[in-house]
């Protein structure tokens, strides 16, 4: 039997990812979605095609300062959401994921997602930058791209 578009985009994102061996990753996980939603309801988008999802991505808004510690490597993926204060005034998003399935990539859902979810935090928050710890050629090219169209700074993590 076919795996369900659901299973398919748990099993990228391990295979993506592999954040059960990474403590500093998010492992997305009830509480995190939670945390996430506390933040901003646009930090997670979807794009279920009738048969489930095919396109998933999260940002986290957050602080020039908690982006530049992350930068700098001196805090991972976890704590950069753990330190981010729900009530601040976010001046920056980490693009933490765009996962899609193979056979629906290429074809912009992914960037309407994800331009959608900046423009609904920027009506609340005064953001300034994008920040992005790339896992493919694709995401940093996705990355630079919102950057372009948002007019946004983007800064890359590099290891």
């Known amino acids: 039997m076919a795996k369900s578009n659901?299973?398919?985009?748990?099993?990228?994102?391990?295979?993506?990812?592999?954040?059960?061996?990474?403590?500093?990753?998010?492992?997305?996980?009830?509480?995190?979605l939670e945390q996430l939603r506390a933040l901003h309801p646009a930090t997670l988008?979807?794009?279920?095609?009738?048969?489930?999802?095919?396109?998933?991505?999260l940002l986290i808004p957050t602080t020039e300062k908690l982006m530049k510690e992350f930068l700098e490597n001196k805090i991972g993926e976890k704590q950069l959401l753990e330190n981010t204060p729900a009530k601040e005034k976010f001046t920056a998003i980490y693009l933490c994921s765009a996962m899609v399935l193979e056979e629906y990539r290429g074809k912009g859902i992914a960037k309407k997602?994800?331009?959608?979810a900046i423009e609904e935090i920027r009506?609340?928050?005064?953001?300034?930058?994008l920040f992005v710890w790339p896992f493919s050629k694709e995401g940093e090219v996705l990355a630079k791209s919102i950057a372009k169209i948002t007019g946004l700074l983007l800064k890359v993590k590099t290891h």
Do not use: S
């Not at 659901?6 to 509480?31: C, G, H, I, S, Y």
């Not at 988008?45 to 991505?57: A, F, L, Q, S, T």
């Open 6 to 32: 659901f299973e398919r985009m748990l099993a990228l994102a391990e295979e993506t990812f592999d954040a059960r061996n990474d403590p500093q990753q998010l492992d997305v996980n009830e509480k995190v």
């Open 45 to 57: 988008g979807e794009y279920d095609d009738g048969k489930g999802p095919v396109v998933w991505i």
């Open 113 to 116: 997602l994800t331009l959608k």
């Open 123 to 129: 009506t609340q928050h005064p953001v300034q930058n």
